[in-house]
């Protein structure tokens, strides 16, 4: 019997097709129904029943697909390959009809001609007129061609006569428009700047009104065109004004020029005006470019007036005015977020980062010959500020937190920076222990394992530190065991690294549970927090994460140890403590240093004895094996034959006990070899 569905042949004595199941039907049987009619449901099996009706759905939905999949050839918005006049067999089945799609390339895909034609031409026009009109000013004002108040009505005229176009054509040609805009922007700029630096024709505070409105103005029109480029043209406009003008320069000898303060202020004064029109297009529009420009014109801007004033002008100007602008570009960069509740990306974040960073560098070039004695406790404070910040974007925008771990990121940056600027030797060790400790118990009070990173950072750098720069002690004629500064740093990092040791493993049911994908702890952290690449990212959060933490906390507090004690020993000897010839110092030292770390390893091996912390064990026997070899190999041979008795037989001893040790708890040891550790981590 042939299958209508599939056209394939199949045995009469089966009721639906081998191929694709569909139900089987002779012309007898369906010449019976149309003349008898469907059979009533109490003569048909109940199973038989719902097949049947099943069946009818499967063809009417094959029906509706190949109506549907002609229509869309027909049209020509696919490429499909034929479709078959039968439905594909069961070998058939798991291959999709073969779909071509067009992907044309870059080149082919963009208008170049109307990109370039339509856009750019008439941008650059613009942005040459505006230069032009800059440069035409000053060489009217060179060679006395016109009165100066002709050249500002002049010059106003222009730039009114530039928007009244972009408004006639906003609706015809909207490019063309926002071009227009951008360029009768920066003539008004052009013009107003002129006015007040060039000919003294307006006051100072009148200036910066006009500058403000026309801030606002630029703003308003950016805002109304929806357009990033006008923004961005108003503002490359307003930043380029004054460097065309050279308006703040001793080459403008006929401006009745005022005090050095007063005259300086005039370019901040103007900087600052421009960047609260950054500030208020950032607010309502994220857009990413301007900001940018603005932080760049702005900190190029300072820089040539501090190349200029920095000399002549008081600190607190100096320092006030790149704080200013600092505070201005804090709000350019966070405020959209804060008002619409948005969720920062990583362009965003990196212009936070460079907004912090510049004005720090910014500072302490400015304050670190005078105020030398302070820049720990500056630090602090813009350490706070950021933390400040990170707290008011956690309650603000609870649903995205990634900006409040940016802030609180800086924050902890700039609190690590702050501990040796203020502090000195010591202190700065027992800063950053303490730092680490918290950082890493607050990771487990607040669930996000980038604040472990965090700290795990920290003691990498509190290690690093007090090995290079603490070991040694210069004065030993004054010298006390234990009771002195190195002990201090040394004492206090490994009294964090057990805090944090005590706090990983006390976290241990968080370590091991590592959920899967990106969703940390919280449920609403994504890897665009850190803005790293996604590979290092997940090699981070697996340090986080991984069950040798602890082991890893606990060996560096125990290398602290062992390392301290053994300078201790060191110094004790090279000191007056202890009155010796220097013939035999270096074989009291020797000694000294196989019984100590003789000593150390059997406690660590009664320690992984009575907890049955298999690691420790192994780490006793490790140390262990370092005072033997050198027994064997340096002691034999360099010490006095006092000393070499002394030694074999401490060292003896210490075998001895150990071998007890192991003999007394034999029960607890016989799987030393193959257990797992017991102890949770």
Known sequence: MRCSICDRENTDSISFCIYCGAGLHNAEEDIASTEIGPARPEDQPEDQQVID????????????????????SQQGSMALTKQPARTPSAAEAGSAPEVTVSNPSLLDRVDWESLVG???????????????????????????????????????????????????????????????????????????????????????????????????????LALRHDSLALAVIGIVGAFVAPFILNGFTESVDVVVRADQNLESLQLIAYIVVVDLGVLILS??????????????????????????????VTHLITQGSITIIFLLFVGATTLFHFTWRKAPKSYDFTLIAVNASAYLGISYGILWDDFRDWMGGFTLLLSLFYGIIAYLAFVRIREHVNLAVMSMGIALVFLTIAVPVELDKSWIAVAWSAQGAVLVGLSFRLQMWKLRLAGLGVFTVLVSRILLFDTSIGDLENFHVFFNARMLAFGTAITALYIAAYLVRKGGGLIH??????????????????SLPSSLLVTLRK??????????????????????????????VDSDIIDLRIETES????LSLSLLWGIYASAMLIVGIVWRWRPVRLGGLALLSIPVIKLFVVDTFDLEQGYRVAAY????????????LYQRYSEVIKKFLFEEQVSPV
Request: a neutral charge; proline letters at 2%; hydrophobic letters at 50%.
């Open 53 to 72: 009706d099943l069946t009818r759905d499967v063809r009417q939905l094959q029906k509706q697909v190949r109506h549907v999949l002609s229509i869309l």
């Open 118 to 220: 339509g856009n750019w031409l008439a941008r650059i026009g613009v942005l040459a007129i505006v230069i032009g009109t800059g440069f035409f000013l000053k060489l009217a004002f060179d060679n006395n061609w016109i009165g100066e108040p002709a050249r500002v009505i002049l010059g106003v005229l222009g730039g009114m006569a530039f928007l009244g176009a972009s408004q006639y054509w906003l609706s015809r040609y909207p490019v063309y428009a926002q071009a227009l805009a951008g360029g009768g922007i920066g003539i008004l700029y052009l013009s107003i700047f002129s006015a007040f630096v060039l000919f003294n024709m307006i006051g100072f505070y009148p200036a910066v009104g006009l500058l403000l409105l026309l801030s606002s103005i630029s703003a308003g």
């Open 283 to 312: 607010t309502f529009k994220n857009w990413r470019w301007l900001t940018l420009t603005g932080l760049v014109g702005s900190l190029a801007a300072f820089g040539i007036w501090h190349e200029e004033y920095g000399d002549t």
């Open 513 to 530: 549970s590592q959920q899967s994908g990106w969703v940390d702890e919280t449920g609403t952290l994504d890897p665009g927090t850190l």
């Open 543 to 572: 340090i986080t994460y991984s069950r040798f933490l602890f082991p890893c906390l606990l060996t560096a507090a125990n290398f602290l140890t062992i390392w301290v004690l053994s300078v201790e020993v060191i110094s004790t």
């Open 587 to 590: 074989h009291v030292k020797s």
């Open 649 to 660: 037989f401490s060292l003896g001893f210490i075998m001895l006990v150990g071998g007890l």
